[in-house]
């Protein structure tokens, strides 16, 4: 009896708890298959983008080369012969000023650590705007030495597709802040945020200057302050206030941050900014 007892009072056998646990498992095995299901709708739908994205691309290039093919053909053979020799210039101009960039003095860093808190709509128009910076050193007076750093996942999957194994641009996966070509170069750090309390007054060579590579409001607002905060880098923000009165929003494009850059190495002067901002970024 006492035996029994024993088994009765330090035992309670429940036959629910297996059952239980088994639903459980299976509920598990249930959301697990659900997260994968939607992993691949998610990598399939990013494919698609690309693909609409890159022939996107393709048609405008193809309607530019229609267009241009219908201009030509509308010229006296003197006309063409100008046409072609100027552009062959152009061409050749604008390849010196990538290889001047590669070499220059006057740098700029691109930290693409906030990608990943990104929507690939966001993604794509960060590499985007990547593309237009590139295309303004072509033209740049004085072009700029380009860093982009953790350069992996989804960024460099985009920008890959633009073409930008062939750009002259210093790629690296890790952060600046261990890339030696950027610690070692005993030039100063400064991290542009338009939450800085510091106005940016100068662009110099003895500077690196540092943009954070985010597109919406929500990852942009603070981050690039306090990331720097935490690195011990100074920060400044571009003189929007002082030359422009009726911003309505301080937060800018990529492009336009390295235009307002570049154009003040054309007299040292921050003047040009006024044409540089986009009409829709004013209070009307």
Same mark, same amino acid.
């Given at each position: 009896?006492?035996? #029994?007892?024993?088994?009765?009072?330090?035992?309670?056998?429940?036959?629910?708890?297996?059952s239980?646990?088994?639903? &459980?498992?299976?509920?598990?095995?249930?959301?697990?298959?659900?997260?994968?299901?939607?992993?691949?709708?998610?990598?399939?739908?990013?494919?698609?983008?690309?693909?609409?994205?890159?022939?996107?691309?393709?048609?405008?290039?193809?309607?530019?080369?229609?267009?241009?093919?219908?201009?030509?053909?509308?010229?006296?053979?003197?006309?063409?012969?100008k046409?072609?020799?100027?552009?062959?210039?152009?061409?050749?101009?604008?390849?010196?000023?990538?290889?001047?960039?590669?070499?220059?003095?006057?740098?700029?860093?691109?930290?693409?650590d906030?990608?990943?808190?990104?929507?690939?709509?966001?993604?794509?128009?960060?590499?985007?705007?990547?593309g237009?910076?590139?295309?303004?050193?072509?033209?740049f007076?004085?072009?700029?030495?380009?860093?982009?750093?953790?350069?992996?996942?989804?960024?460099?999957?985009? $920008?890959?597709?633009?073409?930008?194994?062939?750009?002259?641009?210093?790629?690296?996966?890790?952060?600046?802040?261990?890339?030696?070509?950027?610690?070692?170069?005993?030039?100063?750090?400064?991290?542009?945020?338009?939450d800085?309390n510091?106005?940016?007054?100068?662009?110099?060579?003895?500077?690196?200057?540092?943009?954070?590579?985010?597109?919406?409001?929500?990852?942009?607002?603070?981050?690039?302050?306090?990331?720097?905060?935490?690195?011990?880098?100074?920060?400044?923000?571009?003189?929007? #206030?002082?030359?422009?009165?009726?911003?309505?929003?301080?937060? $800018? &494009?990529?492009?336009?941050?390295?235009?307002?850059?570049?154009?003040?190495?054309? #007299?040292?002067?921050?003047?040009?900014?006024?044409?540089?901002?986009?009409?829709?970024?004013?209070?009307?």
């Amino acid at each position: 009896m006492e035996s #029994d007892n024993f088994f009765e009072n330090d035992f309670d056998f429940n036959p629910e708890f297996f059952s239980e646990k088994i639903i &459980n498992e299976e509920k598990l095995k249930r959301i697990d298959l659900n997260k994968e299901i939607k992993t691949k709708l998610y990598e399939d739908m990013k494919k698609e983008m690309r693909m609409k994205t890159r022939n996107k691309r393709k048609e405008i290039k193809k309607e530019k080369r229609h267009e241009r093919i219908k201009m030509v053909s509308q010229m006296t053979k003197e006309e063409r012969i100008k046409f072609y020799t100027e552009k062959e210039q152009k061409l050749i101009q604008q390849e010196e000023n990538l290889l001047k960039g590669m070499k220059s003095q006057y740098t700029i860093v691109f930290d693409m650590d906030y990608v990943h808190l990104m929507k690939i709509k966001e993604i794509k128009s960060l590499a985007s705007q990547l593309g237009n910076c590139y295309n303004l050193n072509k033209k740049f007076k004085i072009p700029f030495k380009y860093f982009l750093s953790n350069y992996e996942g989804e960024i460099k999957q985009e $920008l890959e597709a633009m073409g930008s194994k062939n750009w002259h641009f210093y790629f690296s996966e890790a952060n600046f802040t261990d890339i030696k070509e950027i610690t070692n170069s005993g030039k100063n750090l400064i991290y542009l945020s338009p939450d800085s309390n510091d106005i940016l007054t100068e662009v110099n060579s003895n500077t690196i200057y540092i943009i954070g590579g985010f597109v919406d409001k929500p990852v942009s607002k603070w981050r690039s302050l306090n990331k720097a905060s935490n690195l011990n880098i100074k920060t400044a923000r571009l003189p929007l #206030d002082e030359y422009l009165k009726c911003l309505a929003n301080p937060v $800018l &494009n990529v492009n336009t941050v390295v235009e307002i850059l570049g154009s003040y190495l054309e #007299d040292f002067n921050f003047n040009r900014i006024k044409g540089i901002i986009p009409k829709r970024m004013m209070n009307k």
